[in-house]
């Protein structure tokens, strides 16, 4: 160790001096300095893409930092394996509920008692079935954690943790897919079990659970501190709002002739009550909207509200649980992905998902395997590539090799491939810089006016508003708001869904 | 230790019955039953048994056991003969040796996942077989004659069956301790077992060891019934693919999935005693309608057929 | 330790380099399973013997020749194998890596049994003229099959590349093979893609088998340790790469050739060069010469 090695801070418990994460090309968590004083509870807060759960991965010893380092009390722990900072008393609760399904709820918990806590059997035994009491899942003791329901399986994952005798807590995201009534019972139980360990750091994007447990609040955008301090005065800050909600975007992009869409007598797409679960998580609970021919629909919601599930109900990848989808007055729900694309529904997906080993020509001509002869394929990768020049310049790079921004545009083209006339474009903003953003809008604007119908998923409000017709704002599986955008743009219960309600408003 | 649930009692009356049972065949049993039929049923019940420690509660597949058998055999033989040895502790050395080639190829092995780990042990059993054959230090590809006095049937019967009695035993016990939470716990999720303060390797070295351990002493109790040992037989993987076989077709993750699973498919061979390859053929195919169809096994099936017929509907079975 | 004398190091080296175009055809099949399915193919042994055991009865039925009879042999181990993956392997998919690995095992079990009923346990091996002549390279004796194999090696691993990298076919393989949802939302038929991958694999193996039963000779247990080769090649080569397989190949044979070369080391341990390599490799390099990390 060199003598400018970094050493913690007096009074902190858990400190992170310098934090970064690469995952290949991407800076998840770009220079993190964060501290958790002994006794408080610290509230993370960010946009998608900000690196929260990979900040919870770095702190618990599940990835080690490309840079900077971790302490523990004072003591550097970078790069120690995950069961060495369990016993030295950092507990972790999953995002997605990873518990030991085919053992019982108590041996669950006996896992964490007996090695991370390293207590004698007889006493870890009688110590789990307490906090099983205490954590409200008495009765299933003795049951297989595998069968239990959603909200069940995350008391499990705190009673697991809490087993564990921490004395840091790093909960990740654990309201995630909850209702209100099932928020309100998990707050009152963190506020309980808060007692019995020494310090919290809750990463959330349930704005509700952040004020009602944190007592400071720290925001994460793009990897990097954004923001810390007391929660009601973090949430209420402008720049916080705006990382959620977005900037303003350039005044061409907006569309002239916004709202004034006329409509035909029968939907493009129609969406009925539907309903959708991943196990036992139910994303979806009831979900309703329509698309018009030649409307683009923007679709909006926080983090966890259901959008993607929603564009994947869409275009065949999971069934619905409830409800139907309609295409030109057709029942869609239930087929297969590739019968979907035959029909002429496109899904650009949350993510991208080219494929790497492919190059971008390649990539595209995949898109186009429904095309009925050869010539009609090339006529459509010729269009694309005047849509993305770059494209054409670069067709014979792997996919791997482009950047963020081209990436998407190769997304983008290759759901175009398929001449769809119903387009679902999944957070294509995601991780890139406003200038990319900028010419991806340029192009989906030009699709407009062929009269191509789509459905817009965007996390930025300003963006997706500024291209629709219409837009829907989703909670929880549900449709929250819907109307014209400058309806939407100013109602103040916008604000509410994103940034959730401070304590002194209506 | 977790004290037994009720359930949990009755079942271990049952084996304890079963076992009884099994002693008292002797009695009036010819030889062939005793030595021939009932030995290879027992031997073959405690090696799926050990295997199922590692594979069925642990989750980590090991195509190897050849190398376990075979050092065991070897073992056993050379002490009983060249050191005149008396068999118990020939066969408890033999075992030990099994254990203490588990406990160096461990470091390198389990640093491998899933697949890979899969495809090591097969490799690993293959290498030393090879070795075995080349090496002229134990006999090479002649082998070993057994020239000492051999134990009778029955003596072989009841070793055989202390052996998996005690391995049945030894795994009841062990999925009552933290040992048997361990295990499980990495194969329903070894990285979230890790995050609970697990140190996996320890957990998975000391299944690997039993297992060679206990597949080293009926490799050292297989020498006496063979009268003659070569590194063919020894060493084979032949020995995977029947404790594989016999270890899914009873059901994995189970006390006594193994032991019906022993008795089921060496009852199969016999029937078809004249004609090998059909047995074994019709072995392949029941095992792929087993994977298919009944992934917990005979024993597996059995349960679901004792709960339909009770009017009680198990949601999950706890493993 | 004595060293082998510089001929007969030459000798080795060559000869090494030659065989190992024996082990790649025999690997290829094995490695393009693995890369696009994610699967291991524990029948992969006994389906070289299919092919072998095929070239044979059809030598002695009809008298033809045994690499001319791959002209019989691979349209129908291919027509035979899409089906059997789509029915054993397909609804597998998705429940877990054991199932379908358990699966080709119960397979292979299976078909070593029905070679020893219909052919009884006897070696043997397929003649040509061929399969013992050998030719001469600059004063170094190579077995003509050898040779033969190598040339194989050569256009198998060509002709795959060109399959993958330019057909529409290949395009769709490689897709499912990185990202099956992403593919499948594209219209791909991932299921199909998985047939074809895997009845491919098995025609490769019985190419293999057939060059194998020329060169060596073969019994109904001679699958496993063909298996085990077949691994140590592909990991060592690295796991989804081509050209992996094929410089692989050669090293291996190269390895096993030099290594038996040295006087007391001997031929009989020539395959347990081969695992040590494995091995070795494993601990060493998970991911081979040309892997990728994923």
Known sequence: ?506 | MTPPSPSQALGGSLLAAAAVAAALVPSFAGDYVVGNLGFRMLEYAALAQAWNLLAGYGGLVALGSGAFIGIGMYGTAKLTLGAGFPLIPALLVGGALAALFALIVSPALFRLRGLYFVIATLVLAEALQIWMFNWNGLGGSDGLFMTNAAPSPSERYYLALAIVAATTLLLAIILRTRLGISLRAIRDNEDAAAQMGLWTFRTKLWAFMIMAFVMGVIGGLQADYLGKIEPGGAFSLQWTVDIVTIAIIGGMGTLWGPLVGSLFVIWLGERLANHPETHVAITGAILILVIRFAPYGIWGLLIRLKDEASGRRRRSRLA | ?294
């Open chain 3, 1 to 294: 330790m004595d060293w082998p004398s510089g001929h007969a190091l030459a000798t080795a080296l060559v000869t090494g380099l030659l065989l190992g175009g024996l082990f790649t055809v025999t690997a290829l099949g094995l490695s393009l399973v693995f890369g696009v399915m994610r699967l291991i193919n524990l029948v992969h042994g006994e389906l070289l013997l299919v092919g072998a055991f095929f070239a044979f009865e059809l030598g002695l039925h009809t008298g033809l020749d045994p690499l001319l009879s791959l002209v019989v042999i691979v349209p129908v181990v291919f027509l035979v194998a899409y089906p059997a993956e789509r029915i054993l392997l397909g609804p597998l998919i998705g429940k877990g890596a054991e199932a379908p690995l358990m699966t080709t095992f119960g397979l292979s079990i299976i078909l070593v049994n029905l070679f020893v009923l219909v052919f009884s346990a006897d070696t043997r091996s397929l003649q040509a003229s061929y399969a013992t002549d050998s030719i001469q390279l600059a004063g170094i004796d190579i077995p003509l099959i050898y040779a033969i194999s190598f040339g194989f090696a050569l256009a198998l691993t060509a002709a795959t590349h060109l399959f993958l990298q330019r057909t529409g076919y290949g395009r769709e393989i490689r897709a499912a093979a990185e990202d099956a949802g992403a593919a499948e939302v594209l219209g791909v038929n991932v299921a199909r893609a998985y047939g074809i991958t895997y009845a491919l694999g098995a025609s490769f193996a019985a190419v293999g088998g057939v060059l194998v039963g020329l060169a060596f000779g073969f019994d109904p247990s001679s699958g496993t340790s063909w298996l085990l080769t077949g691994f140590a090649v592909v990991v060592l080569g690295g796991l989804g790469s081509l050209k992996g397989t094929l410089v692989g190949g050669l090293l291996l044979g190269v390895a096993e050739s030099v290594g038996a070369s040295f006087p007391q080391v001997g031929d009989g341990y020539r395959n347990f060069i081969g695992f040590m390599v494995f091995l070795v490799i494993l601990a060493v390099r998970p991911r081979g010469l040309y892997g990728r990390t994923g």
């Open chain 1, 1 to 506: 160790m060199s003598a400018a090695a970094p050493a913690a801070s007096p009074g902190a418990l858990l400190e992170a001096v310098g934090l970064s994460k690469h995952f290949g090309g991407v800076l998840a968590v770009d220079s993190v300095d964060l501290e958790l004083r002994a006794g408080e509870t610290l509230g993370v807060i960010g946009p998608n893409g900000a690196g929260k759960s990979t900040l919870i991965g770095l702190l618990s010893g599940a990835l080690k930092p490309t840079a900077g380092d971790v302490f523990v009390d004072g003591r550097r722990v970078t790069g120690l394996p995950p069961h060495r900072l369990a016993r030295l008393g950092v507990a972790r609760t999953y995002q997605i509920p990873q518990p030991f399904a085919r053992m019982s709820v108590l041996d669950n918990l006996m896992l964490g008692r007996l090695y991370g806590a390293r207590e004698g059997f007889l006493k870890a035994r009688r110590e789990c079935l307490e906090i099983i009491d205490r954590t409200g899942l008495a009765e299933f003791a003795d049951v297989p954690a595998g069968s239990l329901g959603l909200l069940r399986l995350k008391r499990l994952e705190l009673a697991r943790a809490v087993a564990l005798r921490p004395r840091i807590l790093l909960l990740d995201e654990i309201g995630a897919g909850l209702v209100e009534s099932e928020l309100l019972e998990l707050i009152e139980l963190i506020t309980v079990l808060r007692r019995e360990v020494e310090s919290v750091l809750i990463v959330e994007h349930v704005i509700d659970l952040i004020r009602a447990c944190s007592d400071r609040v720290l925001v994460l955008d793009w990897g990097k501190k954004l923001i810390e301090g007391d929660p009601d005065e973090v949430l209420r800050d402008e720049k916080v709002t705006a990382v959620y909600l977005g900037t303003g975007t350039r005044q061409d992009l907006r569309r002239k002739a916004a709202g004034a869409a006329k409509r035909d007598a029968q939907p493009l797409v129609s969406v009925r009550g539907v309903a959708a679960r991943y196990g036992t998580f139910k994303a979806l609970h009831d979900v309703t909207f329509d698309v018009y021919p030649g409307e683009i629909v923007t679709l909006l919601g926080a983090n966890g509200a259901g959008k993607t599930t929603t564009a994947r109900v869409l275009s065949g990848m999971i069934p619905a649980s409830a409800g139907e989808v309609r295409f030109r007055d057709e029942r869609i729900d239930g087929r297969k992905p590739h019968e979907i694309v035959r029909l002429g529904i496109a899904h650009c997906m949350e993510g991208r998902r080219i494929f790497t080993d492919l190059s971008a020509e390649e990539n595209l001509l995949l898109g186009g395997r429904t095309a009925p002869s050869a010539e009609e394929r090339r006529r459509r990768l010729a269009d694309v590539n005047e849509l993305f020049p770059i494209l054409h310049e670069k067709r014979n790079d792997s996919g791997g090799s482009l950047s963020g921004g081209q990436q998407q545009m190769l997304a983008i083209g290759r759901a175009l491939m398929a001449d769809p006339t119903f387009v679902i474009f999944d957070e294509i903003s995601l991780g890139l810089a406003p200038i990319a953003v900028d010419a991806l809008y340029e192009a989906i604007a030009a699709l407009h006016e062929r009269g191509v119908s789509m459905l817009l998923i965007e996390q930025n409000v300003e963006r997706g508003l500024a291209l629709a017709d219409r837009a829907y704002v989703l909670e929880k599986g549900v449709v929250a708001l819907s109307g014209a955008p400058a309806e939407i743009r100013s109602d103040p219960r916008l604000r509410a869904l994103y940034v959730g309600e401070a304590k002194g408003d209506t």
